[in-house]
């Protein structure tokens, strides 16, 4: 498994990222932490990789090769979440890299409303009460993503992400504006299209693996 580091530029964040498995993404205080806790989400991942048909190549656990070290942002030093650009995110993509890449972001997204059709709508609370109920999430996924689309020129009305029909609309136009800019060699305004591509991938699992470790309903959390 290729697996790039984004190193926050204070050093107290590193990003370990899986380039070929947009979403497959974890933070850590050391290179050798980030690694550690990437391999850990592997299996957590799996149910994607078989979604988008892809499972064989995550029967066994990966060998990591690291190919690259990059320059990171505040944000990935205050977040733990990779907000910079490796190499391989400014590579143009094979018309079938592209199309496998896809295919697993529309996995990330059928992974996502499954774990949202089966965890409690009230959440377990953070040590102080925070955090978001389920619905609260929700509407933060959808939020973020009519802002993202709006880079590739995919306006999204408020009430057509309210429904299964909408949503899919709005993936499809997603995808399809993706595909687009592919073909143009354009960016989603500054953003290359395999960033954009592994970063709503990121987002909507990370939300997802949220859902299902702070689930109430019985077994869950």
Do not use: C
């Not at 580091?5 to 974890?26: F, N, Q, S």
């Not at 499972?55 to 977040?79: H, I, K, M, N």
């Amino acid at each position: 498994m290729r697996v790039t580091l984004e190193i926050g530029p204070k050093g107290k964040k590193v990003v370990a990222v899986a380039p070929d498995w947009p979403g497959l993404a974890r933070g850590a205080k050391t290179e050798e932490a980030a690694v550690e806790r990437l391999l850990a989400y592997v299996p957590r991942y799996a149910p994607v990789a078989k979604l988008a048909g892809l499972e064989s190549a995550l029967a066994t656990v990966p060998v990591v090769e690291v190919v690259e070290r990059y320059p990171g942002t505040g944000s990935t030093d205050f977040w733990g979440i990779s907000f910079a650009f490796s190499s391989i995110d400014r590579q143009v993509l094979s018309d079938e890299a592209l199309e496998r890449q896809l295919r697993l972001l529309r996995a990330s997204w059928a992974f996502f409303d499954e774990v949202r059709g089966r965890v409690s709508a009230e959440l377990r609370r953070g040590p102080r009460g925070g955090g978001r109920d389920r619905d609260q999430i929700v509407r933060h996924i959808f939020a973020n993503e009519q802002d993202w689309a709006k880079g590739l020129g995919v306006i999204t009305p408020d009430e057509a992400m309210l429904t299964d029909e909408g949503m899919n609309a709005h993936r499809d136009a997603y995808g399809n504006a993706i595909r687009a800019f592919h073909a143009q060699g354009k960016m989603a305004r500054k953003w290359p299209l395999p960033y954009l591509i592994r970063h709503t991938a990121f987002h909507t699992l990370d939300h997802a693996w949220e859902m299902e470790d702070k689930d109430l309903t019985a077994g869950g959390g």
